[in-house]
């Protein structure tokens, strides 16, 4: 009987022969694909200056003067920083742009914020017979939830079920500001 998918003892290529090979063609091609090609060619971006002499070291003076400009920019005092971390979209005036170290005029106050109204809209009403009466369900939809709430339960973390009634819901806040939601 003669099995294709076999190992047998006799083959030249064995299990680790082969994963020996597959493993060293794995670090030549990792090798290749690293290793630069023309490493005498400049890099992009980068300017070179010949100025090594024939032995290969740079000259004394050439070697002065960087030092000398590597010193000047380490002494430099730190810029102050314009930027409030805590001010987001604030465009900078041009007289902050002039004169960093001066602080800005303070922004005129504005009126006092409207608190946003929520995003909420009475999707339906459901209502169920009890012998103490009927006792209706709101279905309110928002903030990308389905709210199923009856009198006395919140909606969205906030807002209290005041009254359902048979068109519409009154939503109260802890500030005692009532929100009227009519269906459509």
């Known amino acids: 009987m003669v099995c294709s998918g076999c190992y047998d003892e006799t083959d030249l290529m064995t299990k680790p022969t082969l994963k020996t090979l597959l493993a060293g063609g794995g670090l030549v091609a990792t090798w290749l694909?690293?290793?630069?090609?023309?490493t005498t060619a400049p890099k992009a971006?980068?300017?070179?200056?010949d100025r090594?002499?024939?032995?290969?070291?740079?000259?004394?003076?050439?070697?002065?003067?960087?030092e000398?400009?590597?010193r000047r920019h380490d002494n430099l005092p730190?810029?102050?920083?314009?930027?409030?971390?805590?001010?987001?979209g604030a465009k900078q005036t041009a007289a902050t742009l002039s004169h960093p170290g001066t602080a800005a005029a303070p922004l005129a106050p504005t009126e006092?914020?409207?608190?946003?109204?929520?995003?909420?809209?009475l999707s339906g009403i459901a209502e169920r017979k009890t012998p103490q009466g009927p006792v209706r369900t709101a279905i309110i939809s928002g903030e990308g939830q389905l709210y199923l709430v009856t009198e006395g339960?919140?909606?969205?973390?906030?807002?209290r079920v005041m009254t359902v009634e048979s068109d519409a819901v009154t939503l109260g806040d802890e500030r005692g500001a009532e929100i009227r939601l009519v269906m459509h």
């Open 153 to 159: 339960e919140m909606v969205a973390g906030r807002y």
């Open 45 to 49: 971006g980068v300017t070179t200056v």
């Open 33 to 38: 694909a690293v290793t630069p090609s023309d």
């Open 52 to 66: 090594a002499r024939p032995g290969g070291a740079l000259l004394a003076d050439d070697l002065a003067a960087e």
């Open 112 to 121: 006092a914020a409207q608190p946003a109204q929520p995003s909420l809209s």
């Open 68 to 70: 000398a400009k590597l």
């Open 78 to 88: 730190p810029r102050s920083s314009t930027r409030n971390p805590f001010r987001f």
